[in-house]
Nanobody, 127 residues
Framework: QVQLVESGGGLVQAGGSLTLSCSDS????????MGWFHQAPGKEREVVAA????????RYGPSVNGRFTISRDSAGNTVALQMSDLKPEDTAVYYC????????????????????WGQGTQVTVSS
């Protein structure tokens, strides 16, 4: 019943910045720990970042290397992924996801703990 929609993807030059946003038009997301994932052509989906319900706990996947920041607004309506120093290898479809249970307080990088997924937004980084 959680229906997530991602936005903000597009074409950006290497070294540039881009911010993605995730929301549910029907409800706030404050009850859920949230995550961002990406999937490049020919590769499996990979975790990018995760954030707890409160926003106080964040975790990042192996490809981030300090370049990305996950955050959520105070009302719990939106989860953002701020990306900087983008590289061509960041090119992928980016998905947001909600944890399978409500009221989980921690941020997790385990993909199997997420249940509801958006349809993705394309990020393309040119050289």
């Amino acid at each position: 019943q959680v229906q997530l929609v991602e936005s903000g993807g597009g074409l950006v030059q290497a070294g540039g910045s881009l911010t993605l946003s995730c929301s549910d038009s029907g409800r706030a997301l404050s009850s859920y720990s949230m995550g961002w994932f990406h999937q490049a052509p020919g590769k499996e989906r990979e975790v990018v970042a995760a954030i707890s319900r409160s926003g106080g706990n964040t975790r990042y996947g192996p490809s981030v290397n300090g370049r990305f920041t996950i955050s959520r607004d105070s009302a719990g309506n939106t989860v953002a992924l701020q990306m900087s120093d983008l590289k061509p290898e960041d090119t992928a479809v980016y998905y947001c996801a909600a944890h399978r249970e409500i009221n989980i307080y921690y941020a997790t990088l385990r993909e199997d703990e997420y249940e509801s997924w958006g349809q993705g937004t394309q990020v393309t980084v040119s050289s």
